[in-house]
């Protein structure tokens, strides 16, 4: 039968190969899950079947509430990701704009300078970066991480927008200029509302790396009520060679959540900031 | 009345316009600096300032708490005796490559399927991209239960398929931890590579595959000089970018093996935090965080090349 074989066919080169892309990308979320809300003597067992739970629990939930800093650290780390993200994106957009729209001497060295500061990886920062953040005694304050991050953000926030920034015709900007609208004006009143899906995307991103950030947050949060999210879990819930993977999963699991919903709710955003680097529009 | 006449009284402001403040505004320059001006300054102070200083750090012998002494290039010196120094090297280069590959073909073939029409597109494009998104740290510590030396569901699955007769310790051995790390590696990575050559992909027209099919050529043929030719920079230009980020990778290794066992999968970042942070020598830590320049300067400067002839 022709549709059996166009059926096989299909099975051969989109459902086999889909389907183990889908599960091997998705089963370590699944281990999480039911990870965390398994009863300890099914984790610590090497005779029940671990694929699936067998009698749910949300103990690990309420240990982790209640007798870790978690929701202190979940507080922390929206707090400096919202920061960071709106400093990141406001000196993202300065950065981007003249450069994408404006002649001026000196805008080459510029460009350069921000496609570098793009591409230094952190750790060959990190070092010199502690010792500056020690002799202005930031060491345990949420502003040594909302000083750092901005590192990584404003760059790539600036680097992302310039494209937007560019493919906004020339003439509607003159148009404005014409009428009385003075270089500010035209700027937040023309450009940026055009450039909407851009800024949402460079936000989403931002909001996204800065939540991931480990290593600033390693160096300078050593206290356990100024740590965030992925901090505390690796530090706090992993003690010396016992583990609490109840705790552990849930910590995790909870605290990959924000980024999922915002996620979720812009997708396409984040798949345009994504690819606006690599694709030409 | 007197509203009329004063109208034409005024100068005009043809020659020579008068230094107003909104005026020297307006000037395309001092705008333009204007704007720049606050990021930059953030930029030099905290990007540009570190890096020089991190260079003056590794001339230094310098420890927490305590004066630095100027010791030249001593420090590269030290590293350039140490075996564990060499071994980070390879491990590096070996966690790069090897990463880099498997993500790069494992990417194309996830945007290969993906590029296909079928219900639900978009939903597995949104699935399919969840690692990466995800806080590193987090999805790591859920892979080093996965890998558990006792309770390991890897472990599970072979022994009960038959496969093998007794688990391993994923992260206890030292050649299965530089697997285990670059398996991690690439579960996280492998979606950045596949969302980004799908948007690739989909600037091939059409017409391209078909005029191909209509003179005869073959799914591999096809492939081979329609897709590959079309996606080249999109590939090139991720490839490159990722290269460069898995060499600065830090938070994957730090939190499945802090490098161990043994050292096996100290990379250099690990390393430079060991010295310059859990051991307080700054200089010497500053010194191994600055031998990956060289690699990564060589590559940053093909990538500027490359993007600006593109």
Not at chain 1, 19 to 44: H, Q
Not at chain 1, 172 to 183: C, F, N
Not at chain 2, 50 to 70: H, K, T, W
Not at chain 2, 165 to 192: C, D, K
């Amino acid at each position: 039968m022709v549709g059996g074989r166009d059926f096989l066919s299909r099975a051969r080169r989109l459902y086999i190969p889909l389907a183990v892309f889908v599960v091997l990308g998705l089963f370590p979320f699944y281990w999480m899950l039911i990870t965390s809300i398994k009863p300890n003597r099914e984790l610590y067992s090497q005779k029940i079947m671990p694929l699936v739970v067998h009698q749910p629990t949300l103990k690990h939930y309420i240990d982790l509430l209640t007798e870790t800093n978690f929701l202190t650290w979940t507080y922390n780390t929206m707090l400096v990701a919202v920061v960071t993200t709106v400093i990141s994106v406001v000196l993202g957009t300065m950065i981007a704009y003249p450069l994408a729209r404006l002649r001026f001497p000196g805008a080459a060295v510029v460009a350069i300078g921000v496609a570098a500061t793009y591409l230094v990886p952190q750790p060959l920062l990190f070092i010199p970066m502690a010792d500056i953040i020690n002799r202005l005694e930031l060491g345990n304050t949420l502003t040594a991480v909302m000083l750092t991050y901005p590192t990584l953000l404003i760059p790539f926030s600036a680097w992302l927008l310039m494209g937007y920034f560019k493919s906004v015709p020339r003439e509607l900007e003159e148009a404005a200029r014409i009428d009385g609208a003075s270089r500010w004006q035209a700027m937040t009143r023309i450009v940026l509302p055009l450039c909407t899906p851009g800024l949402l995307s460079a936000g989403i991103f931002a909001f996204t790396l800065a939540q991931n950030e480990f290593l600033y947050a390693l160096i300078f949060l050593a206290k356990s009520e100024v740590r965030t999210v992925p901090i505390g879990v690796v530090t706090e819930l992993i003690r010396g060679d016992v583990f609490y993977w109840g705790q552990l999963m849930a910590g995790a699991l909870l605290g990959s959540i924000p980024v999922a919903i915002i996620y979720s709710f812009f997708v396409d955003y984040y798949v345009a900031g994504l690819t606006a680097g690599a694709v030409k529009n | 009345m007197a509203v009329g006449p004063a109208s034409i009284v005024r100068p005009a402001p043809v020659e020579g316009r008068p230094v107003t403040v909104r005026g020297l505004i307006e000037r395309e320059g001092v705008f333009s600096w204007l704007m720049l001006a606050p990021g930059v300054l953030f930029l030099l102070a905290f990007v540009a300032y570190p890096f020089f200083y991190g260079i003056f750090l590794s001339l230094e012998d310098r420890r927490v708490a305590s004066e630095g002494v100027f010791v030249g290039l001593a420090n590269f010196r030290v590293l350039a005796h140490d075996a564990v120094f060499w071994q980070v090297v390879r491990n590096t280069f070996m966690y790069v490559c090897v990463t880099t590959i498997l993500k790069l073909a494992g990417g194309l073939a996830m945007a290969l399927v993906i590029n296909q029409r079928f219900r639900g597109r978009n939903l597995a494009r949104a699935f399919l991209l969840l690692p990466f998104i995800v806080p590193t740290a987090l999805s790591t510590v859920a892979w080093m239960w996965i890998l558990d030396p006792t309770f390991s569901v890897v472990n599970w699955l072979l022994v009960h398929g038959g496969i093998i007769s007794s688990g391993y310790s994923w992260l206890g051995n030292a050649a299965l931890a530089m697997w285990s790390l670059i398996v991690v590696n690439t579960w996280r990575g492998m979606p950045f590579y596949g969302i980004t050559l799908l948007a690739g992909l989909q600037t091939i027209s059409p017409d391209l595959y078909e005029a191909a099919a209509i003179d005869g050529a073959t799914t591999t043929q096809r492939f081979l000089y329609v897709t590959l030719p079309v996606i080249k920079p999109v590939l090139i230009i991720v490839t490159m970018f990722s290269v460069i980020f898995t060499f600065g990778d830090f938070q994957l290794i730090y939190a499945l093996t802090h490098g161990g066992p043994a050292n096996a999968t100290h990379v250099f970042s690990t390393l430079a935090f060991d010295i310059g942070m859990s051991a307080g020598q700054l200089g010497m830590g500053a010194a191994v965080a600055l031998s990956i320049l060289p690699a990564l300067a060589a590559l940053i400067v093909i990538l500027t090349i490359y993007l600006r002839r593109e």
